[in-house]
């Protein structure tokens, strides 16, 4: 057992570790670079009350929401650390209307990166855990400048996806379609550790999470399902009801301890709130690969194609039993 070092394997020599079959290391670069703007943005959260920078900057985003300072702080993060490396040809941000090409050579940049720089910032102001979403494409024509169908993609054609989680620790979760391993910051030196390899979702307990103050917005069915789960009636069995507010959050708890979380659509919202590239997609990937599901209520996430950046999508993530259990009650032949 090692004496200093807090866990014998670190982030950045793991992932290299794992890509050496691939050889490049091109990916094993992003994703330091996507832990690096990680410990950024937890410090940047960490120190937010002391330097002024809770709160709102007044802006509204191209979803109609109004813009957090760290919002914006994050999203700058992610450009900045990115432009420094020609393996990532563009990004895409819910902060940005547009795609972020980076302008120089247009042959170089085989990737490209979508993200939700900060997750659940309504958490923000009330010291509430908040993430980071990201997913990684290889581009469709290196050789020619990246452009918006680079990151219009199938949810099962990322090469990579994960998050960090800015709670009391701060983790990063990740797969490149293999396992999903888990890693927490050693703030004291600022590095990564392997705390959590091969994660599987449990199968059985756990909690199922939704805002049921929504209930009022919902079709009869989408109530259903929800009465259905709030009372254990679910050939799952009982669940309790948990609901951070922000969805990496409710999702990691989902990933540990088994359960669904749910942002279905609504009556004058079909496609519900949550964004289809860039927070169903990536975390639909990770469940997938920790033997969960991800849903529409109809269609597996992963096998939606994206036809605009922002989209949005209802939302079924979790164990398989219990998406399967929630699509069963919204297509049951009457709501009981
Ligand atoms: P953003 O904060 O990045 O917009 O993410 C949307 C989100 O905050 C999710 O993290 C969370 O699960 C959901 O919205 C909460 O929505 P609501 O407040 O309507 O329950």
Not at 71 to 84: C, K, L, Q, R, T
Not at 206 to 230: I, K, M, P, Q, S
Request: glycine content about 12%.
């Amino acid at each position: 057992m090692a004496k200093y070092l807090s866990h014998p394997t670190l982030a950045d020599q793991f992932f290299r570790d794992q890509g050496s079959a691939r050889g490049s290391g091109e990916l094993s670069t992003i994703l330091n670079r996507v832990t690096l703007a990680g410990r950024m943005i937890a410090n940047a959260v960490l120190r937010a009350g002391l330097e002024g920078k809770l709160g709102r900057t007044g802006d509204v985003n191209v979803q109609g929401e109004e813009v957090k300072k760290l919002d914006a702080i994050s999203n700058e993060i992610f450009e900045e650390v990115f432009d420094g490396i020609p393996v990532v040809a563009g990004l895409a941000s819910e902060e940005r209307e547009e795609v972020h090409v980076y302008a120089r050579d247009a042959t170089r940049g085989k990737y490209v990166l979508l993200h939700d720089p900060l997750d659940g910032s309504g958490n923000l102001d009330v010291n509430g855990s908040v993430g980071t979403i990201f997913s990684i494409y290889r581009r469709l024509d290196p050789e020619q400048p990246a452009t918006l169908a680079d990151f219009l993609r199938r949810g099962s054609e990322q090469v990579a996806a994960g998050y960090l989680l800015y709670g009391p620790a701060t983790l990063f979760v990740y797969t490149c379609g293999g396992p999903v391993h888990g890693f927490t910051l050693d703030r004291s030196v600022g590095a990564f550790f392997l705390t959590h390899p091969q994660i599987q979702i449990p199968s059985g307990g756990g909690t199922y999470a939704v805002n049921e103050a929504n209930e009022r917005l919902w079709d009869e069915r989408t109530r259903a399902v929800v009465r259905t789960f709030r009372e254990g009636r679910t050939v799952c069995g009982r669940r309790g009801a948990r609901y951070v507010g922000a969805l990496v959050a409710d999702f990691h708890r989902t990933l540990m301890q088994g359960g669904i979380y749910m942002y279905p659509g609504e009556v004058e919202r079909p496609a519900g709130k949550l964004r289809l590239l860039y927070e169903a997609a990536p975390l639909a990937l990770i469940a997938r690969q920790a033997g969960g599901h991800a849903s529409d209520g109809s269609r597996a996430i992963l096998d939606v194609a994206a036809t605009s950046l922002h989209q949005r999508t209802p939302l079924f993530l979790g164990a398989r039993a219990d998406v399967a259990e929630a699509e069963r009650l919204l297509w049951a032949e009457r709501p009981d």
